[in-house]
């Protein structure tokens, strides 16, 4: 339980889809009022077939929503075989999510360009009101099930009940030859067996291998022969249309998708279209007076003793007065406002997401003035599962970033930490790597730090760089990864006095697929006699924090050089080249 529960779990899931929906439903609402708007003057029959074609499609776009985000991020992850050439080349943290880590990971799914989620800008705007929208997902998604659920248990209760109500009652015979001409009259290929129920309180037809029309007791000895056969009729326009059909995939929208107010409006529009559409062809089949069948519902409609099953085909007491109204020529009386409420709240939180898209990814902190370059400091691993030696890994290198990230602040610059805490970002290797470069996306620059580990006498300091791989172009952003790494290497080689092991270049996935300039900072060799326990020191990681924030620092004013038009950074050795942050 404590598993479903977790932020990439499968309940975060549903609670993606859900939040998800939000924007998805309101929009589908929004272009069936245009629909009906436009259709005002169409059949009800026209009308119908416009809000069930919705709620089908309703049903299938949060799937579809899900699929089509899975498939765009499945595209992105690395090919075949990368992997194994990363584990050659480096500490090995590469790793292409599997399908399971695909499905398990909640919010990478859901990235847009900018590499922040509509949910994650909520939870931003939230933050100051509510804990993290990332820990409240899974409860959402539980909401969803149990609610789900109950709708379900009683969609299965309603077809026992259905069932058992069309075996029930007094069998009128005296009347099956006239349902059976009336049958014939709309092109039916049978008749309906007709029963007398206390069972029911408004006529109602239930389908089956045999369909059985039941009256509710008392209603055919107390109906005029005019009002009675159009209200055989009716039930029998149900047959016609194959209402039962329509009632079923209505039953399931409810069940699959109650969180959203579309799901019951365009259910109230089915079921008040549908009976309209009944009416109109029970009155074209006997060619009575629209008149009749409002003083044969007006004599019908009384207290109701139980509730209507839902899949019952006839209306309720809401719709009678709007039918009524109808049938006698006179104009409907329009919504109540207070059936927009819902939907206002659906746009202004729909508004609310708006506002944060356009608010920065990530917002400098408290002291940092607002456009400030923003840098992504990584703290590889985490978790337990860095290199182990004489120091572990992972809390070196979170040490490290915290004071690194101290420095930049001080100097006006405002950065970001993947991971604050000795934990990952997630359960699987695959789900931390997308979120790690989820964060990193919405930054100037990305930093990632690591220490490494090998034979005892391996030590010294070594820089990643992203490969351009065999068939890729030179582009700015590699270009500019290459220069941020030679700045930040050689500050670390001459603050330290470590042995230099180069720079090299790899398809690491937190390299090679972040969208900004990316280097992997590997500050020494866990293993090592003298520098492992080197690292562990407060003294020693201040150092290297400081070299790596003047690294950084160099590489932006260089970059601010550039955009004031006193030309482009130089690397050694190379013509001078153009770059851009992005």
């Keep these: 339980m404590l598993g479903a529960l977790a932020s990439t779990g499968p309940l975060a899931r549903l609670g993606w889809i859900a939040v998800d929906g939000l924007w998805q439903g309101l929009a589908l609402a929004a272009m069936l009022a245009l629909a009906l708007r436009l259709a005002r003057r169409k059949s009800s029959a026209f009308r119908h077939g416009v809000?069930?074609?919705?709620?089908?499609?309703?049903?299938?776009?949060?799937?579809?929503?899900?699929?089509?985000?899975?498939?765009?991020?499945?595209?992105a992850q690395p090919r075949a075989g990368e992997g194994r050439e990363a584990a050659i080349q480096g500490d090995g943290e590469f790793a292409a999510p599997t399908v399971a880590d695909r499905m398990g990971g909640s919010s990478a799914g859901y990235m847009d360009r900018a590499g922040s989620s509509s949910v994650e800008r909520?939870?931003?705007?939230?933050?100051?009101?509510?804990?993290?929208?990332?820990?409240l997902l899974p409860f959402i998604g539980l909401g969803w099930l149990i609610a789900s659920c109950a709708l379900l248990l009683r969609l299965l209760a309603s077809l026992v009940v259905a069932a058992r109500i069309g075996r029930s009652g007094r069998e009128l015979?005296?009347?099956?030859?006239?349902?059976?001409?009336?049958?014939r009259r709309m092109g039916l290929p049978g008749s309906a067996a007709v029963r007398e129920s206390r069972r029911v309180d408004v006529p109602t037809v239930t389908s089956g291998r045999r369909p059985v029309l039941l009256l509710p007791r008392g209603a055919y000895p107390g109906l005029p022969d005019d009002q009675l056969e159009l209200v055989l009729a009716h039930e029998l326009a149900h047959l016609k249309r194959?209402?039962?059909?329509?009632?079923?995939?209505?039953?399931?929208?409810?069940?699959?998708?109650?969180?959203?107010?579309?799901?019951w409006w365009a259910g109230a529009v089915i079921?008040?279209?549908?009976?309209?559409?009944?009416?109109?062809?029970?009155?074209?089949?006997t060619g009575l007076q629209p008149v009749v069948l409002a003083q044969a519902l007006a004599r019908l409609e009384g207290a109701r003793a139980m509730p209507t099953t839902v899949l019952a085909a006839g209306g309720?007491?809401?719709?009678l007065v709007r039918r009524v109204r109808r049938l006698l020529g006179r104009p409907a009386a329009g919504s109540s406002p207070r059936a927009a409420l819902p939907f206002l709240g659906i746009g202004l939180l729909a508004a609310w997401l708006g506002v944060g898209g356009a608010q920065e990814a990530v917002r400098p902190p408290n002291g940092v003035p607002a456009g400030a370059p923003v840098v992504a400091i990584d703290a590889g691993h985490g978790g337990g599962t860095g290199a182990r030696g004489y120091v572990d890994e992972d809390p070196v290198v979170l040490q490290v970033a915290v004071k690194l990230a101290e420095l930049l602040e001080a100097e006006g610059v405002a950065t970001v930490l993947t991971r604050d805490a000795d934990a990952r970002l997630g359960e699987s290797l695959g789900y931390d790597l997308v979120k790690r470069v989820e964060i990193a996306s919405g930054a100037d620059l990305l930093v990632s730090l690591h220490a490494n580990a090998g034979s005892g006498f391996l030590r010294g300091i070594q820089t990643w760089t992203p490969d351009?791989?065999?068939?890729?172009?030179?582009?700015?952003?590699?270009?500019?990864?290459?220069?941020?790494?030679?700045?930040?290497?050689?500050?670390?080689?001459?603050?330290?006095?470590?042995?230099?092991?180069?720079?090299?270049?790899?398809?690491?996935?937190?390299?090679y697929r972040t969208s900004v300039p990316a280097v992997m900072v590997e500050l020494g060799f866990v293993t090592h006699a003298e520098e492992g326990p080197l690292l562990a020191s407060d003294e020693y990681q201040t150092l290297l924090a400081k070299a790596l924030a003047d690294g950084i620092l160099e590489y932006l004013a260089h970059e601010s050089d550039e955009v004031d038009g006193d030309g482009p950074p130089q690397a050694s050795g190379a013509e001078p080249f153009p770059f851009v942050l992005t």
Excluded: K
């Design 242 to 263: 194959r209402d039962g059909l329509a009632n079923l995939v209505l039953a399931v929208a409810e069940a699959a998708l109650p969180f959203h107010p579309l799901t």
């Design 316 to 319: 309720n007491a809401g719709q």
């Design 468 to 511: 351009m791989g065999p068939d890729a172009t030179l582009t700015s952003r590699l270009l500019a990864s290459r220069s941020l790494a030679e700045v930040i290497h050689s500050r670390l080689v001459a603050a330290t006095g470590a042995p230099d092991r180069g720079m090299r270049s790899s398809r690491f996935y937190l390299l």
């Design 271 to 285: 079921r008040l279209e549908r009976e309209q559409a009944c009416d109109d062809l029970a009155l074209a089949t």
């Design 51 to 75: 809000a069930l074609t919705t709620l089908a499609i309703w049903l299938v776009v949060p799937v579809a929503g899900l699929a089509l985000h899975e498939s765009a991020r499945s595209a």
């Design 173 to 183: 015979l005296e009347l099956e030859d006239r349902v059976a001409v009336l049958a």
């Design 122 to 135: 909520l939870a931003r705007l939230a933050a100051p009101f509510a804990p993290r929208l990332d820990d």
